[in-house]
């Protein structure tokens, strides 16, 4: 079992530019996947970026590829996500996320496949 906390989430005008974090505590960290989601109101989770096991391999959603940055740093047990040229369509709730997979080099976009979740942070973008 893994421990996930979410930082870093806050109030950001059109154009700006946030580093989440997500602390993981508990089994090895290297054990999972890691993948950031988001909910906005009145809207289903959505995948924002992944990142797998070995950390060389990435996936975003096409809606953030060029402006999301997702890496890991094993020694500290943390995955960020860095999140730039924010739009107001960003807002949402952002959830981190550890994917149990086996294999060493997947990245999984479903929500089904992240057993263990972080309790959020609120990114909020004004225009």
């Known amino acids: 079992q893994v421990q996930l906390v979410e930082s870093g989430g806050g109030l950001v005008q059109s154009g700006g530019s946030l580093r989440l974090s997500c602390a993981a505590s508990?089994?090895?960290?290297?054990?999972?996947?890691m993948g950031w989601f988001r909910q906005a109101p009145g809207k289903e989770r959505e995948f924002v970026a992944g990142?797998?096991?070995?950390?060389?391999?990435?996936r975003y959603a096409d809606s953030v590829k060029g402006r999301f940055t997702i890496s890991r740093d094993s020694a500290k047990s943390t995955v960020y996500l860095q999140v730039n040229s924010l739009k107001p369509e960003d807002t949402a709730v952002y959830y981190c996320?550890?994917?149990?997979?086996?294999?060493?080099?997947?990245?999984?976009?479903?929500?089904?496949?992240?057993?263990?979740w972080g309790q959020g942070t609120q990114v909020t973008v004004s225009s």
């Open positions: 508990g089994r090895t960290f290297s054990t999972y996947a």
């Open positions: 996320a550890a994917d149990p997979t086996q294999f060493y080099t997947a990245v999984r976009t479903a929500p089904s496949a992240y057993v263990y």
């Open positions: 990142i797998s096991r070995s950390g060389d391999i990435t």
